[in-house]
T-cell receptor, first 112, second 113 residues
Framework: LAKTTQPISMDSYEGQEVNITCSHN???????ITWYQQFPSQGPRFIIQ???TKVTNEVASLFIPADRKSSTLSLPRVSLSDTAVYYC?????????????FGTGTRLLVSP | GAGVSQSPSNKVTEKGKDVELRCDPI?????LYWYRQSLGQGLEFLIY????????KSGLPSDRFSAERTGGSVSTLTIQRTQQEDSAVYLC???????????FGPGTRLTVL
């Protein structure tokens, strides 16, 4: 399973764009990159997933360079409610099973 | 139901007692996962079910931990002779073969006194 490395914490202000980068140097060919968000006392919630290049949805964008050894979650114009822990994970789905290996995540604090 | 549900939401028990935690996955989801999250830590994988079978039990921390799933739906995680280090939030997730994401329940907060 590919190990991921991401910053322990980040601080931002309302209205700013936040970029959280995750390193996954030993990502495998079949691995997808998935980001989850977790609020206190809640289970993680899926944000976005990608394989290569760029993926965008209503919540965030995910940028993946050609070598796929890293990825960047971009949150546009954050608000106070975006304060949470963000987890980057890699894994494959070929077998229909993904044992997600969560690291400690990035704790994002958005201030007024 | 609309999402993954877990019960109880909170459980306080005394050291040495057995506890059972329940997970009700999203209807139709064949895969079910149990994770544990200690205070301030990331999630730790415990066990995975595909249908009623558990091809990967590698994360269970000791033989005091066991899990079963019946009817391809509800799963129970049992911890025997609980210890204080078992205190954590136990999270359950499910996914279907046509989805690439795991949907998590709200978790059960276990406190062993």
């Amino acid at each position: 399973l590919a190990k991921t490395t991401q910053p322990i914490s980040m601080d931002s202000y309302e209205g700013q764009e936040v970029n959280i980068t995750c390193s996954h140097n030993n990502i495998a060919t079949n691995d997808y990159i998935t980001w989850y968000q977790q609020f206190p006392s809640q289970g993680p919630r899926f944000i976005i997933q990608g394989y290569k290049t760029k993926v965008t949805n209503e919540v965030a964008s995910l940028f993946i360079p050609a070598d796929r050894k890293s990825s960047t979650l971009s949150l546009p114009r954050v608000s106070l409610s975006d304060t949470a822990v963000y987890y980057c994970l890699v894994g494959d789905y070929e077998t229909g099973f993904q044992k997600l290996v969560f690291g400690t995540g990035t704790r994002l604090l958005v201030s007024p | 139901g609309a999402g993954v549900s877990q019960s109880p939401s909170n459980k306080v028990t005394e050291k040495g007692k057995d506890v059972e935690l329940r997970c009700d996955p999203i209807s139709g989801h064949t895969a079910l996962y149990w994770y544990r999250q200690s205070l301030g830590q990331g999630l730790e994988f415990l066990i995975y079910f595909q249908g009623n079978s558990a091809p990967d039990k590698s994360g269970l921390p000791s033989d005091r931990f066991s899990a079963e799933r019946t009817g391809g739906s509800v799963s129970t995680l049992t911890i025997q002779r609980t210890q204080q280090e078992d205190s954590a939030v136990y999270l359950c997730a499910s996914d279907g073969r046509d989805t690439d994401t795991q949907y998590f329940g709200p978790g059960t907060r276990l406190t062993v006194l």
